[in-house]
């Protein structure tokens, strides 16, 4: 069977490394990788295809950097083009950006089967873009690989049921086993060349375009980090978007390190060695329990609710500043409960088997 991969953002590069590997061991399955481009540059694409050894993409488009609209649209001509010169069993697909949905639309218009991996996530809020992206793919999808109960739980509610529905458990816990190994994680010379020791800093991430997009809700959470500056050093590699965003009269707390985005090793070595963790992204709020660390999410919902649920993250409405500090200080002094809550780090291994059957 040949698969056609659809990449384009850092943490779908991520999660395809891990299914890639799987994928490559698998007998009978061949892959080859489309790079939209919706991520580009060395710090938030090259890094990740060097260091977690994905293999050079079959197809490179440039297609960053656009509004949503233009940017779906001329991803789904180009993939549209790939597809129709080069046969495919199956289209796979990561999560919820734009890339996942120009695949899938592709795909599906063509009769080519999509398989979506993260299946069944919901934040209930259509205002978010990643909302649409994942339902519509769910909805286009002919196998979907969920990564929790609930995610199935989501799917059903929606009427999606049926034996091409599967609960494999998250590809993001494989990658971080499997390169939270590295040695150069337990080295963390990062937090050397940052500045900062273990267990005394907050590491904070921070690029939903709901929060870089309302200058309100950017300037409070940007206030919540400096108050939590003059407590304890905060680390905070900065996405572009934020960057681009931030006002220019922004003063960042002596102890406030913005830094630029970092690749995955070294994010998981500031991950693990932080005291807490706060940020808007997905991909974060469960790295942080993988590493045991709470967490507070600068967002009003959250697609991983049984993170709140135990204990490991809480909830802080960036339209609320009160709700930010309260949010930091109980991530700085409260842990959750252990149980297991996404698999036993062979998601991607069950997804190639799947598909290969
Ligand atoms: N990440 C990284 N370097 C950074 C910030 C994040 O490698 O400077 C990783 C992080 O460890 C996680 C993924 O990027 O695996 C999350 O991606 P992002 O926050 O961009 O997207 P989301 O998960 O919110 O869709």
Redesign the pocket.
């Known amino acids: 069977m040949k698969i056609l991969t659809v990449v384009g ?3 779908q590069f ?1 999660k395809a490394a891990v299914v890639s590997l799987a994928i490559a061991d698998a007998p009978g399955l061949t892959e080859h990788l489309l790079h939209t481009g919706q991520h580009y540059d060395e ?1 938030m694409s090259d890094i ?1 295809f060097s260091e977690m050894g994905i293999p050079e993409p079959t197809y490179r488009l440039n297609v960053g950097g656009s509004s949503h609209g233009a940017m779906t649209g001329q991803m789904l001509a180009e993939i549209e083009q790939v597809l129709q010169k080069e046969s495919y069993d199956c289209l796979l697909v990561y ?3 734009n890339s996942t949905l120009a695949g899938a639309l592709a795909a599906v218009k063509l009769h080519v089967p999509v398989a979506h991996v993260e299946a069944g996530l919901r934040s209930f809020n259509k205002a978010m873009p ?1 909302e649409i992206n994942r339902i519509l793919t769910d909805h286009v999808s002919t196998t979907l690989f969920c990564p929790t109960d609930i995610a199935v739980e989501n799917l059903s509610n929606e009427g999606l049921t049926g034996d091409h529905i599967h609960q494999v458990g998250d590809v ?1 816990y494989d ?1 971080a086993i499997r390169f939270g190994a590295h040695p150069s994680v337990a080295r963390a010379a990062i937090l050397n060349d940052v500045g900062v020791s273990p267990g005394e800093y907050m590491l904070a ?1 921070i ?2 375009a709901e929060n870089t997009d309302d200058p309100t809700r950017l300037e409070n959470i940007l206030n919540a980090l400096n108050w939590a500056a003059e407590r304890v050093a905060v680390v905070l ?1 900065l ?1 572009p978007r934020t960057v681009s965003k931030l006002p220019s009269d922004f003063q960042p707390h002596i102890n406030l390190k913005i830094i ?5 090793l ?3 070595a500031l ?1 693990r060695n932080a005291k807490a963790i706060a ?6 709020q469960k ?1 942080a329990y993988f590493q045991r660390v709470s967490c507070v999410t600068f967002r009003d919902q959250t697609e991983w609710v049984e993170l709140v649920e135990t204990g490991w993250n809480r909830l802080a409405s960036p339209s609320v500043s009160e709700q930010l500090v309260a949010g930091i200080e109980s991530a700085l002094n409260e842990k959750g409960c252990d149980v297991p809550l996404y698999g036993g780090g062979d998601a991607a291994q069950k997804i190639a088997r799947i598909l290969a059957n």
């Open positions: 953002a850092r943490p991520i710090r990740f999560g919820d950006t990643e993001m990658a991430t690029h939903r590699p996405h630029e985005p970092v690749g995955y070294d994010m998981l991950e940020t808007d992204s997905g991909g974060v790295e």
